[in-house]
């Protein structure tokens, strides 16, 4: 089975890079990416898309008008389609039942049942999106109940492993394709076609088939794991810091073992990220309805661990700082979740930014890429603060770092942007207050240069001292 025509619901991070690299690899197939929001197709339509990935413009100007188009006509896209990715948003619901655990479905269902409503003609529909297990069979449910004459639906699960800042990268060189299906004839044949869209650009050895509940729990578990690295070596760098071992050389150690390995274990000031806190509370969420209460307080650890280590970075910038940070300027440098995105989703900046303005702290913000209303919104979101005129009294935003260094009191590095690592720390230094502090919450900073300056450094995992000489691991 061949196909012509494939479309995409839902424009976002996921939706539109994926299309994108789908287009350029597949010359003989349309695809269109739909949204019901017009301001972000009018922004994948123009020169400033709604997004900021590296390589993706590229792409984008090489296939838009040929067989890439971005459109809100949903009904129209997928009357033509004969494959179509639902790749919406499927964030922790924040009402009701499983209120801050569980998934929104609400989204992924208003594209079930807008296809059943419309379509004239089979299709196959593959969930993109990260769901909780069994999200395929409730999808089929709302199909199947309104089936119309000649018209079948096949549904598979392919989720997306993309890391934003390196999207385009992962798509086109993936680790693996999972695609999930039924065992019938016609489930088997639904997955074929799949392949052989990722087979344009993917070896047949990666592309990776199973039943649906599999590649579905597959997505949860890998996320999960990938976090649960990070809450492991963030643990680790607590008791660096209490034992004046050093949590790269740590690092260093443990990843030169192959059966572990050395990704993911940088320690940080948290994880952050759409994906991370998300896909772990659903499976805490699962595993708890599923009446496995050690599985479900196992995996809500990985959780615990992430807030406790923000916590712990604002307890001791409060603490280095005389143990007060009332109208003290404090410089943010960065406010992505990591560096080369533009994305704050779950951006440890956020909660640090909140704490500190819960103490009173002036904060003066820079980020290469997020936008300043983007910041104002995050911060201004009622779980953050219920005074938003107080943060525009607290926050001033800039658009170069070393007017936010300015007066300052101290610098925190919260993204870990390759730019920060060659800023003029001398200049940054001799503008600010004294005693000058450096909050590095990423380890990307050359320590003992900084402290051999003047500053008082303190970063994580490791005690700074002048004069000693600690070698530098790569980080990977
Ligand atoms: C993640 C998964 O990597 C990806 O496979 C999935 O499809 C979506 O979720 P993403 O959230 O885009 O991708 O970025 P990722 O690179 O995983 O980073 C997530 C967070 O962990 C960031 O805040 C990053 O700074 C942090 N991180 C990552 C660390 O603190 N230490 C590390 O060693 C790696
Ligand atoms: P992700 O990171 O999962 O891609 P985003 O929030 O970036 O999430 O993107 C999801 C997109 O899905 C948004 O642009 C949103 O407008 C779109 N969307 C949500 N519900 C629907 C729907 N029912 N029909 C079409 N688009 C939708």
């Known amino acids: ?5 494939i479309c995409c619901i839902g424009a976002g991070y996921v939706g539109g890079p994926t299309c994108c690299v789908l287009a350029s690899k597949c010359p003989d197939i349309t695809v269109t990416v739909v949204d019901i929001s017009e301001a972000r197709i009018k922004q994948w339509n123009s020169e400033k898309l709604p997004i900021f ?4 413009d590229d792409i984008v100007k090489q296939c838009r008008g040929k067989n890439l188009f971005f459109s809100t006509d949903v009904d129209k896209a997928i009357i033509e389609a004969e494959l179509i990715f639902i790749s919406v948003n499927t964030p922790t619901k924040t009402y009701g039942l499983g209120k801050g655990r569980a998934a929104d479905l609400k989204h992924l269902e208003s594209c079930a049942r807008r296809i059943a409503n419309v379509a004239q003609s089979s299709k196959i529909v593959v969930e993109k999106s990260t769901v909780p297990v069994r999200a395929a069979e409730s999808i089929t449910n709302i199909l199947k109940a309104n089936v119309k004459p000649n018209v079948k639906y096949q549904v598979l699960s392919n989720p997306e492993f993309l890391a934003e800042g390196t999207a385009i ?3 086109c060189n993936p ?15 639904a997955i074929e076609a799949l392949c052989w869209v990722y087979e344009h650009w993917v070896s047949k050895e990666k592309v990776i088939t199973m039943n649906t509940w599999s590649s579905e729990l597959s997505k949860l578990a890998a996320n999960a794991f990938l976090a649960q690295r990070i809450s492991s070596i963030n643990a680790m760098s607590a008791v660096c810091e209490a034992t004046g071992a050093d949590v790269s050389e740590v690092s260093y150690a443990v990843g030169s073992d192959t059966r572990i390995g050395p990704k993911f274990l940088q320690a940080s000031v948290g994880f952050g990220g759409s994906c991370f806190q998300k896909d772990v509370l659903n499976l805490v969420y699962l595993c708890d309805c599923l009446n496995l209460p050690e599985c479900a307080a196992y995996w809500q650890q990985v959780i615990d661990m992430n807030e406790y280590q923000k916590r712990r970075f604002v307890n001791r910038i409060i603490e280095c700082l005389f143990n007060t940070v009332a109208d003290k300027k404090i410089a943010m440098f960065g406010f992505a979740f990591k560096k080369d995105t533009g994305d704050t989703r779950e951006s440890a900046s956020i909660y640090l930014s909140k704490y500190l303005m819960d103490e009173g702290a002036q ?3 820079y980020d290469p890429k997020v936008e300043d209303s983007q910041i104002m919104r995050d911060l201004t979101a009622p779980n953050i603060s219920e005074n938003p005129e ?28 390759d730019e920060f690592k060659t800023l003029d720390y001398q200049r940054i230094y001799n503008n600010m207050l004294k005693p ?7 380890m990307i900073l050359d320590h003992e240069a900084l402290h051999d300056l003047g500053f008082h450094v303190e970063t994580i995992g490791k005690k700074i001292t002048r004069g000693k000489v600690t070698r530098q691991f790569p980080s990977v």
Do not use: N
């Open 1 to 5: 089975m061949t196909l012509k025509k």
């Open 53 to 56: 990935e590296p390589g993706l």
């Open 169 to 171: 990268k992962d798509l």
């Open 175 to 189: 680790d693996r394709v999972l695609i999930g299906g039924e065992r019938s004839a016609a489930g088997q044949e």
């Open 363 to 365: 904060l003066r913000i």
């Open 390 to 417: 107080r943060v525009d009294k607290l926050v001033s935003l800039f658009s170069d770092p070393y007017r936010a260094a300015e007066g300052a009191h101290a610098v925190v590095v919260c993204t870990e942007w």
């Open 436 to 442: 000058a502090s450096i909050f590095d919450g990423r």
